[in-house]
């Protein structure tokens, strides 16, 4: 059973990232960013094992991320070669992973809106964090009192995290909006129509076409295709088997120029050769038809002086 939405409930897709971006490019951009942040993901893992401490829900995430790293890659590859299958699985995909970092994000956010007090007190994960607040009094620094130092605390939160929650919403809500141009992006492949796109980039290869420029290297087999085959002119069944002058004269240019055998590959008629030949002929029997016509001239005129 497939699952569809109506016509009317179906949005339309983009044709463009801000009106001014290709779909690809933007695509590629958005999936380079997702990258970057399950990498820091791997380095967090790392951390963790590493003697850096952690919760079980970092531990988990840094997990996901690693694995959430490897099918980004996949769809990279799948985005980069325009498959539209894989384009549209991978757009499922990263609508899940958004679905699944918003867990991670509620979770977190609630733990450090909620749980955890910003009342300035000193709380070291580690052996460098503890050496690094002791460090300050050694410096020449003073301690500051419990009450001076959660008035210090306060203040501070409460200018940041009015800020700090805007951008965790915004960045939510951005993330939505990466997920339409992934989606827009697989729509257009499936349907042909991602090339008529007014923003969208110019294939290589129809370029190439469309332009009529073709590689270097491509250019002697054009040469080669298009240039006509040489054929010898039709001759008379009679003379097939005796050689004519003009290619008895030409044999010895052949043997003579054997150096050049890549240029010239067989001497062939050509139209001087074949009226050269075609005169010469011509000649010959009219000589022939004179000669005749003399002695028969001779012979009347002794039968006539025999008479």
């Known amino acids: 059973?497939?699952?569809?939405?109506?016509?009317?409930?179906?949005?339309?897709?983009?044709?463009?990232?801000?009106?001014?971006?290709?779909?690809?490019?933007?695509?590629?951009?958005?999936?380079?960013?997702?990258?970057?942040?399950?990498?820091?993901?791997?380095?967090?893992?790392?951390?963790?094992?590493?003697?850096?401490?952690?919760?079980?829900?970092?531990?988990?995430?840094?997990?996901?991320?690693?694995?959430?790293?490897?099918?980004?890659?996949?769809?990279?590859?799948?985005?980069?070669?325009?498959?539209?299958?894989?384009?549209?699985?991978?757009?499922?995909?990263?609508?899940?992973?958004?679905?699944?970092?918003?867990?991670?994000l509620v979770f977190f956010a609630v733990v450090w809106w909620v749980y955890t007090p910003h009342d300035g007190r000193r709380q070291a994960n580690s052996a460098a964090q503890e050496e690094m607040m002791n460090a300050g009094t050694q410096l020449g620094g003073h301690n500051m009192t419990a009450e001076e130092r959660e008035r210090a605390a306060m203040t501070i939160w409460s200018e940041e995290k009015g800020l700090a929650t805007a951008v965790i919403v915004?960045?939510?809500?951005?993330?939505?909006?990466f997920a339409a141009l992934l989606y827009s992006y697989a729509i257009h492949l499936r349907k042909g129509s991602y090339r008529s796109l007014p923003r969208s980039r110019t294939s290589p290869t129809l370029g190439s076409t469309s332009l009529g420029v073709l590689p270097d290297e491509e250019d002697e087999d054009v040469e080669d295709f298009y240039r006509l085959p040489v054929r010898a002119p039709p001759q008379a069944q009679s003379h097939s088997r005796q050689p004519s002058p003009g290619r008895a004269r030409r044999k010895p240019v052949l043997s003579a120029s054997k150096g050049d055998a890549d240029e010239v590959d067989e001497v062939l008629f050509d139209e001087d050769e074949l009226s050269a030949g075609g005169h010469l002929r011509a000649g010959t029997s009219t000589e022939s038809t004179s000669g005749d016509d003399e002695e028969l001239g001779r012979s009347t005129s002794h039968s006539r002086r025999a008479r």
């Open 1 to 104: 059973m497939k699952l569809t939405l109506r016509p009317e409930w179906r949005l339309r897709p983009l044709s463009s990232a801000l009106g001014f971006l290709d779909l690809k490019t933007a695509v590629t951009i958005v999936l380079l960013f997702a990258v970057l942040n399950k990498v820091a993901g791997v380095y967090g893992l790392i951390a963790t094992f590493t003697g850096a401490g952690g919760s079980v829900a970092q531990l988990s995430l840094y997990i996901y991320s690693c694995v959430a790293l490897a099918a980004l890659v996949w769809g990279l590859r799948a985005t980069s070669q325009e498959n539209p299958k894989h384009t549209l699985y991978f757009a499922h995909l990263f609508f899940a992973d958004h679905v699944l970092s918003t867990a991670w």
């Open 170 to 177: 915004l960045g939510w809500l951005v993330k939505f909006y």
